[in-house]
């Protein structure tokens, strides 16, 4: 299980306190990406849980059984093309569409706004993202039809009938 939340800042204490107790309640190993939040939990000693620096989503998301971000549109994106379960934590901006779309395009069972994020809901989210296949097989589905897809061209299209 990836968890990561990309940009956001002043995050990593609170964060910190719940993703290691809503991991082991899961029943689930974490790779933890830093990241601009500055998520450190303790991994020394540990075999359950790993912390990062900077990796490519594109490398990393596709040896994850799911991952935990912030719905920014670039991880977003990059979790959809990967082809996995997703657990998005909204925090501002347009994270809370990216967050809603997960959740209605069937990739995700649970949006977790940080103001009702706590360690039970959050392994509840994890495990579902886990152990449902639904979401593994709906994320799938989605990456083929996003590696199928050419954006430029559209849009090349719609510039075309506008002028």
């Known amino acids: 299980m990836y968890v990561g939340f990309g940009s956001m800042l002043g995050q990593a204490g609170v964060l910190d306190e719940l993703i290691v107790p809503a991991l082991r309640r899961a029943g689930l190993r974490g790779v933890v990406q830093r990241g601009w939040a500055g998520l450190a939990p303790r991994t020394a000693g540990r075999d359950?849980?790993?912390g990062i620096d900077e990796v490519p989503h594109e490398w990393l998301?596709?040896?994850m059984a799911a991952v935990?971000?912030?719905a920014g549109g670039g991880t977003t994106a990059a979790g959809l093309r990967a082809g996995v379960p997703a657990v998005p934590v909204p925090m501002l901006g347009d994270q809370p569409f990216w967050a809603a779309r997960l959740r209605g395009l069937g990739v995700s069972p649970d949006v977790l706004p940080p103001a009702r994020l706590g360690v039970p809901r959050l392994?509840?989210?994890?495990?579902a993202a886990v152990r449902d296949p639904s979401y593994a097989r709906r994320a799938r589905t989605l990456a083929g039809r996003l590696a199928g897809e050419d954006g430029a061209?559209?849009?090349l299209r719609a510039v075309d009938r506008l002028g």
Do not use: E, G, I, N
Request: glycine share 0%.
């Open 48 to 50: 359950d849980l790993l």
């Open 61 to 63: 998301f596709p040896r």
């Open 153 to 155: 061209a559209a849009v």
């Open 123 to 127: 392994a509840a989210a994890l495990a």
């Open 68 to 70: 935990v971000h912030h």
